[in-house]
């Protein structure tokens, strides 16, 4: 069974740029996945950030994108602010309708 | 304003049903997919089900395949999930969410999300 594997804690310090990102246990993500990324805060819902590689969901500001950076899906964040500081899911389509999570990253800025 | 008002969660021993139900407001529920993903205290996103705009098209994960049903009544824009043969592991916040359009596999994406529904399988 494949994996969807993220990083599972990152820091950035404020107003730097991180990249997370989503892989497979087995294989290389592409566009065909159709990669996407959520942030949650503890006892919140989760917000899409993007979706489809690298289209941004509605109100997601610019300093959100997102990517294929080698065989993985990438989450980048430019100038990272305190209240960035959540937890991030990736997922990914593994066809026939069939969606998988990744395991989540928890950023910190600090 | 895209809603999503999830409701029906509760305590429910193991073997039970129950039924969730997530009423949508402030888009054209006819026209986009559906999906609920859930969260088990502590734990990170899966994904449970997806269904087409049209019903025509279900989707689930392998923990729930034979147990679940997910559907829809476009008249009444509301998405359903009816739970059978609960067990421990099922105990989760179970999410409603808004795929995000189109014509491919794309379409299911989770786009809107609701506040979600606590739902604690245990005797």
């Known amino acids: 069974q494949t994996v969807v594997t993220q990083e599972p804690s990152f820091s950035v310090s404020p107003g730097g740029t991180v990249t997370l990102t989503c892989g497979l246990s087995s294989g290389s993500v592409s566009t065909s996945n159709y990669p996407s990324w959520y942030q949650q805060t503890p006892g919140q819902a989760p917000r899409t950030l993007i979706y489809?590689?690298?289209t941004r969901s509605s109100g997601v500001p610019d300093r959100f994108s997102g990517s294929i950076l080698g065989n993985k899906a990438a989450l980048t964040i430019t100038g990272a602010q305190a209240d960035d500081e959540s937890d991030y899911y990736c997922v990914l389509h593994m066809g026939s309708g069939i969606w998988v999570f990744g395991g989540g990253t928890k950023l910190t800025v600090l | 304003e895209v809603q999503l008002l999830e409701s029906g969660g509760g305590l429910v021993q193991p073997g039970g049903s129950l039924r969730l139900s997530c009423a949508a407001s402030?888009?054209?529920?006819?026209?986009?997919?559906m999906s609920w993903v859930r969260q088990a205290p502590g734990k990170g996103l899966e994904w449970v089900s997806s269904l087409s705009d049209s019903s025509g098209s279900t989707y689930y994960a392998d923990s729930v395949k034979g147990r679940f049903t997910i559907s829809r009544d476009n008249s009444k824009n509301t998405l359903d999930l009816q739970m059978n043969s609960l067990r421990a592991e099922d105990t989760a916040v179970y999410y409603c969410s808004k795929g995000v359009g189109g014509t491919t596999f794309a379409k299911y994406a989770f786009d809107m999300w609701g506040q979600g529904t606590l739902v604690a399988v245990s005797s």
């Open positions: 489809s590689t690298n």
């Open positions: 402030g888009f054209s529920f006819r026209s986009y997919a």
